[in-house]
């Protein structure tokens, strides 16, 4: 599977072989009158782009910098809240239901490892 990054100042046909932290980029934000302004975040995934929140995109990226590593709740939690405590243990679960709603056909890259947490496997 191809896994691309789209950026207003990237190539948009730049493709890259295994996914890391590095191959996903953040798009610039959309004016406010844009639908899409909450959604600042995209990955193309096969060439097909995915529009993402701040949280999604920050849960993407932390479990994409170790693929196939199963990480924990804690660690999740602390890998990817930076002081502002956007994600707390409850609302983990909702978050990831939510990125991998977004993922489509590629849900599954996001996956639950029983009795630890969650890894990403592309």
């Known amino acids: 599977m191809d896994f691309q990054a789209t950026n207003s100042h990237l190539e948009s046909d730049q493709q890259l072989q295994a996914p890391t932290v590095e ?28 529009r993402l929140s ?30 502002d405590g956007l994600i707390t243990e409850e609302s983990l679960v909702e978050h990831i239901r939510s990125l991998r709603d977004k993922l489509g056909f590629f849900h599954d890259y996001v996956q639950k490892v029983p009795f630890i947490g969650y890894r990403f496997k592309p």
């Open 23 to 50: 191959h996903v980029r953040r798009v610039s934000r959309r004016d406010d009158d844009d639908p899409h302004a909450l959604l600042p975040y995209e990955i193309v995934l096969s060439g097909a782009p995915f």
């Open 54 to 83: 701040l949280i999604e995109y920050r849960l993407i990226c932390f479990l994409a910098s170790r693929p196939y590593y199963p990480f924990t709740p804690q660690q999740i939690i602390a890998g990817v809240n930076q002081d």
